[in-house]
Every structure is written in structure tokens, then in C-alpha cells.
């Protein structure tokens, strides 16, 4: 089924956004070739794992599919069994911000574990590419050129999901931190050092650029996990915008 931003007008809220990324002391999350790196340990892995079970859907860029082929489904069984004896699926929404409709069929996203899947597009994407994935996963049209967050989480909204996770790289990370789109980060810090000034970091994008453009961050909590630290923060926002969405 295709969706679009019209279908979602009579709502006036979105989720909660909370992103979840990890990092290394010296701020990368891969090495310079973009080589996937494990950064943390077998407690963070649980609490992730955890992380995922309590939310509504997870959300991802087309980037992080095209390098990393994530899953994103609840690891542990116990966890599963728990939200279907809540009246959940196995595995929350998992939802691809993917304006050109680049997705790849046979990605493990759309294959492995059950659920709903949603892709985001963007007016740009071509049409026998949507019929492509449509039969893998539900469609939604937001934005002429580029899928326009915004509308999308009001959309997701609409649909029912209220808290989503973010499990995104630096690219989209930064369109939702932009837009003011997030209310929590968690950061693992882990115990390596990687390097190379064209290796990744958490938030990508242009940045900010002036002092007063900033966002603000207030710690919510700090806590020693495996051979590092697990930071959570909150997302202030800015005076000039909005806290009611």
C-alpha cells in the first residue's frame, strides 16, 4: 500500500525521536575506508537489543542499508516473545529514509525477521522502482526531491507509531537533528582511538556554522558499560521553535 502526506493531516504530532549511534574516543564510527567497526561490547549489544524492543519502529537511511545491510530486528527471543504477549509484533516498524527508492530487494531489512516495513520516497523516485519495492514493503510519498522528514514522522504518527528509534548514520542523523526533529540521544563511547580526517562521524552533513545556530544538549544520565561510557542526552530546543509538535 502507498501512503501519502494528505493521508496524514488530521494529526497535529509526531513521535518521540530518540537517535542511538556509538562512537570512538576520538569521535568516528568507521575507518576511513567505511569499514564497519564493533565499537562496544556484549552489555551495550543488550542494551540496544532492549532499546529496539521498546520502540514503536526503527528508522535508517539508505546509506546505512547500502553499507551495512542491517536487519534491524530484536536479537533476543525473550524480548520477542514479550512484545507478542503485549499484543506487539515480534519486531517493530522498520522504516528506510531512501528518496530515490534505491533499497536493494534481496536487503535483509525487507527479508529477515517478520514485521511491517515502510519506505520513504520522494516524489523523485521512479515509478517501476516504488512497484519494485512495494511488493517488499509499504510505500510513502513525502517530498518533491527529497523525502521531507517532517511530514514523514507526521505520517508515521498518524499510523499509529509514537516512539521511534534512530539507528541512522551521519547523514541522517544531521536532517533530523537540523529540523529539530530529535528529543534524545544516546551515545556509546568506546575505548579505541580510529582516525583519518575522511572517516566517518556521528553527524554528518553541512553543520552548523554560526555559535548561536548550536544545539544544545542537556545530560539526562552517564554510565560506565563494558570498556566504555554511554552518554544520554537530551535535545534542547531553540528558542524559536516549537515544543507542542
Avoid at 35 to 42: C, V, W
Avoid at 51 to 60: E, K, N, P, W, Y
Avoid at 66 to 74: E, G, I, K, Q, Y
Avoid at 168 to 197: A, C, F, P, Q
Wanted: charged share 25%; hydrophobic share 40%.
Amino acid at each position: 500500500m502507498n501512503w501519502t502526506y494528505s493521508d496524514a493531516m488530521n494529526t497535529n504530532k509526531r513521535p518521540f525521536v530518540f537517535i542511538n549511534m556509538a562512537m570512538s574516543a576520538d569521535g568516528k564510527v568507521s575507518t576511513a575506508r567505511r569499514e564497519q567497526l564493533r565499537i562496544s561490547g556484549t552489555e551495550d549489544f543488550e542494551r540496544v537489543d532492549s532499546l529496539r524492543a521498546s520502540s514503536d519502529a526503527i528508522m535508517v537511511g539508505i546509506g546505512t542499508v547500502l553499507a551495512d545491510n542491517p536487519s534491524l530486528t530484536v536479537k533476543s527471543s525473550k524480548r520477542r516473545e514479550e512484545r507478542v504477549n503485549s499484543g506487539l509484533p515480534e519486531n517493530p516498524v522498520r522504516v528506510v529514509v531512501d528518496s530515490l527508492a534505491r533499497t536493494p530487494t534481496d536487503s535483509d531489512i525487507l527479508n529477515v525477521g517478520t514485521g511491517r516495513r515502510i519506505i520513504a520516497v520522494s516524489e523523485q523516485a521512479i515509478v517501476e522502482d516504488i512497484g519494485r519495492l512495494g511488493d517488499k514493503a509499504e510505500i510513502m510519498v513525502c517530498g518533491k526531491h527529497e523525502v521531507d522528514l517532517e511530514k514523514l514522522l507526521y505520517l508515521l504518527r498518524s499510523q499509529g507509531i509514537k516512539r521511534l528509534m534512530v539507528e541512522g548514520g551521519g547523514t541522517l542523523n544531521w536532517s533530523l537533528l537540523y529540523h529539530g526533529l530529535v528529543d534524545e540521544i544516546y551515545i556509546y563511547i568506546g575505548n579505541m582511538i580510529i582516525g583519518g580526517d575522511s572517516a566517518p562521524t556521528p553527524v554528518g552533513g553541512t553543520g552548523f556554522v554560526r555559535p548561536d545556530e548550536l544545539l544544545q544538549l542537556a545530560l539526562i544520565s552517564m554510565e560506565e558499560l563494558d570498556e566504555g561510557v554511554l552518554l544520554r542526552w537530551r535535545v534542547l530546543p531553540k528558542y524559536n521553535e516549537t515544543t507542542d509538535l
